[in-house]
Nanobody, 117 residues
Framework: QVQLAESGGGLVQAGGSLRLSCVAS?????MAWFRQTPGKEREFVAR????????DYADSVKDRFTISRDNAKNTVYLQMNSLKPEDTAVYYC?????????????WGQGTQVTVSS
């Protein structure tokens, strides 16, 4: 079982930036960020593959957010720029448990991001 721990959330004004980090206790593969607001389903934000580092983004964050990883540190990052009030949510990192799986087996506890207008 791999433990994931997010950090870096907080309160920021619209147009500002935050960088989220997620440290894993063990080996991870595809890693992703999701977010959720009260009363809504959890939504995909971005993902990064293990080998090759290919990335995918939700249309709502494309060109504003950047996902990256440092495998030596077992850490994935989410750099969030030009933040908007609608980016307010609890952000979760997740990881698959094998190179070929598309199911996110491991999840962090989440970190709150609040963007004020």
């Amino acid at each position: 079982q791999v433990q994931l721990a997010e950090s870096g959330g907080g309160l920021v004004q619209a147009g500002g930036s935050l960088r989220l980090s997620c440290v894993a206790s063990g080996r991870t593969y595809t890693m992703a960020w999701f977010r959720q607001t009260p009363g809504k389903e959890r939504e995909f934000v971005a993902r990064i593959m293990d080998y090759g580092g290919n990335t995918d983004y939700a249309d709502s964050v494309k060109d504003r957010f950047t996902i990256s990883r440092d495998n030596a540190k077992n850490t994935v990052y989410l750099q969030m720029n030009s933040l908007k009030p609608e980016d307010t949510a609890v952000y979760y990192c997740a990881s698959t448990n094998s190179p070929w799986s598309q199911r996110y087996a491991y999840w962090g506890q989440g970190t709150q991001v609040t963007v004020s207008s």
